[in-house]
């Protein structure tokens, strides 16, 4: 039997992790900088989106591959803002934060399912090898 | 330290398998001693890089997910290995107390 084989399992579970790991900070990034104005490009922030990607070929591990958000900004009228324009609007990144943090739920349960995957295949493999006793 | 009585147990393993391969009838066995003693050396490779990535992590080089899977890999092939190991030396007990 190959070591590498019996690991398929376990590679899959950890890429989950990973990429919900990058998704939370993704998410993170977002709602910090949800009143960002500035960048260093001097345009205001703009949210961030993440993409699930198979590695594979249709099954396997996955990744995330993190795309700016299409679509302008916010303009909110804030004449005492130092980035005002002439007409007192501010560009505010169209940043939503309770459909954020409801992302945020949903990366973090999904985080503890994969988690639950890894935790089971290792119960599993436990059980087979008792047999041998 | 693991790796230490790991290389001990390989050696005494492969001297089992060398005395025993001269016996004709003996052969299958000393082969799958032999091959155990190949599945230490890669069980013990997996340990050596499961405790090396602890301390890269440590360090601040790697992330904990990556040492979670070596060390969840290096653990389940420990746990096969010793499976083996114990149901091989059962045989060989039982082998020994057999009434001729």
Redesign the interface.
Known sequence: MDVNTKYGTIDIAISGLKSQNKYIEIIGSNISNAQTTKTSSGEPYKQIEARFKSTGDKFGTVEVEQTEAEGGFKRVLDPGHPDADEQGYVKMPDINLPSELMKLNTASRAYEANVAVLKRYQKMVERTLELLK | MINKVNSGFSQAIQNIGKSNSTNKPNQELSKTIKTAGE?LD??DQ?QVNADASVKQMLAGNE?I??V??KT??A???F??LV??R??LVEAYKQTMNMKI
């Open positions: 599945y890669k069980v997996q992330d997910d990556s979670i899977a969840a890999k653990d389940m092939s746990k096969l499976g083996v114990n149901k």
